[in-house]
């Protein structure tokens, strides 16, 4: 019994076995260890937090998908149904601070 890597466990393949690039972006931020200060997967492993917003949209989000739209980048986001998570923490909710749950 072999073991799939998360990333196919969590998205359905389509048929060709392809997946979108803008998954496979995410992917390869949410593994590259040198931007780990803005995007990095939770302690739990479940859902992934954008830090620093705006220097994640000015300098990451160009590199990867040449724009810096984060309302753009949060709609594609929706659009393969990830949300963002609202948690209190610490007396106030995640979403006041600059750093984003999905």
Known sequence: ???????EMIIPQPSGGNIPAFLAKLWKM???PEIGHLICWSEEGTSFIIKKQGVFASSLLPYYYKHSNMAS?????????FHKVM???AGGLKGERDEIEF
Do not use: G, K
Request: glycine share 0%; no cysteine.
């Open 30 to 32: 949410l593994n590259n």
């Open 1 to 7: 019994m072999s073991l799939l890597p998360a990333l």
């Open 87 to 89: 948690n209190v923490d």
């Open 73 to 81: 980048f949060v709609r594609q986001l929706n659009m393969y149904d």
